[in-house]
């Protein structure tokens, strides 16, 4: 397949964007709307001449001659230029499109259809899982407005048009951690009691052994896979996201949004995952103990440990504010695309918050005054 892809309407051929409202891939033009199927049975005629094209070209280029492969191979600065800049071409208009090295999905800055980098969510880097948009854009932009109104202290110009248009949606990277271990906990825990009897006080304290041994399994450890400068920070703080509704991918989910690809390793983050299980196999081993007095301290080992990551896509509503009056700064609003939990950083109207202080102060100073002259 190509490159760049945009999914079309197989009525008019307008781009069909996915709507997390009812769930279908919509066509703005004509109205129509599709399932993932419908859009599968009708791609799939183009999808086999697109591999027959490959097919094509990959026996040509294994024909080339010896001194062509070699003038290819002492000249890389080009190929290693090109791919610095990721430069693709819109299918839609023509227009050249250029994105960081994790974009995965995204617009076309002209025709401002969806373009999705279909090389970049295939081979390795192909998604298992995606959890679709059910919150929508319009939804999206109605709680951050009420979220902002209840902020006190916000600058009221943060919540300009302009920033509510820039709302945008985006699947992160991350891992889906699946696990299966054996472990044990010790530990100890004291049990005090105090009783008086007449003028006697009496202490009696117990201590405690404690042993655990468990078999657990996790299914719904989720971790980041993006290394890149994010407001991680925001987009993990709404978390939960509910795997349990994650579907197969497909491509047709990204239309309308932005996706990056992965660029970390579930290997990278082998010891940051396993330092997660052995915290989390601790609590809840520990947790079945709390009966018995107050626990002061505790450790777990373990045994066995088996463990695999699936990658997966999962949405956030993203919104970036740059304060005029602070440039290098960066407050963030972000939503659960799924749940609509929502997190974020609001720019402090510092004369509000000072008069406010002030205000409340002085009603505090007034009521101490009050109550020390009837106290005196």
């Known amino acids: ?34 399932t993932v199927a419908d859009i599968a049975s009708f791609e799939e005629p ?8 490959d097919t094509v070209m990959a026996s040509f280029e294994e024909n080339l001659s010896e001194e062509t492969q070699a003038s290819a191979d002492t000249s890389p600065k080009e190929d290693e230029m090109h791919t610095a800049m990721s430069l693709f071409t819109c299918p839609s208009c023509g227009a ?49 407005i009420d979220w902002g109104r209840k902020k006190w202290f916000a600058r009221k110009n943060f919540f300009s048009s302009d920033q509510i248009e820039s709302i945008t949606g985006v699947y992160f990277p991350y891992w889906l951690v699946k696990a299966d271990i054996q472990a044990t906990w010790e530990g100890s825990a ?102 018995v007095g107050t ?21 956030v509503w993203l919104i970036t504010y740059q304060n005029e009056r602070e440039p290098e700064k960066h407050y963030y609003f972000a939503m659960n695309g799924h749940s609509g939990k929502t997190s974020g950083q609001l720019p402090i109207n510092k004369v509000r918050l000072s008069l406010f202080s002030l205000f409340a102060g002085s009603i505090v100073f007034i009521l101490l005054v009050i109550v020390g002259y009837f106290l005196w």
């Open 295 to 315: 626990i002061t301290s505790g450790q777990a080992q373990i045994q066995s440990i088996r463990d695999q990551g699936e990658y997966c896509l999962l949405p």
């Open 190 to 291: 004291k049990d005090i009691r105090v009783w008086r009897v007449g003028e006697t006080e009496y202490t009696q304290t117990k201590v405690y052994d404690l042993f655990r041994a468990g078999h657990l399994n996790f299914d719904q450890l989720v971790k980041n896979a993006l290394k890149k400068n994010t407001p991680l920070a925001m987009v993990e703080s709404v978390q939960p996201f509910d795997v349990t509704a994650l579907k197969p991918f497909h491509t047709e989910y990204l239309s309308g949004f932005q996706a990056d690809k992965r660029d970390l390793s579930y290997e990278a983050l082998q010891e940051s995952i396993r330092a997660d299980l052995h915290h989390y196999t601790s609590a809840m081993l520990e947790a079945t103990a709390n009966h």
């Open 46 to 53: 183009e999808e086999k001449n697109e591999a027959l094209k």
């Open 96 to 144: 050249e499109i250029v994105t960081d090295e994790t974009t995965a999905a995204t617009h076309c800055y002209y025709c401002h259809n969806p373009v999705i980098l279909s090389g970049r969510v295939s081979g390795e880097f192909l998604p298992r899982y995606i959890l679709p948009f059910k919150v929508s854009e319009e939804e999206a932009k109605k709680t951050f």
């Open 1 to 34: 397949m190509s490159d760049v892809i945009t999914h079309k309407c197989p009525n008019c051929d307008g781009p069909l964007t996915y709507s997390p409202s009812d769930e279908l891939f919509t066509c703005d033009y004509c109205l129509s709307e599709f």
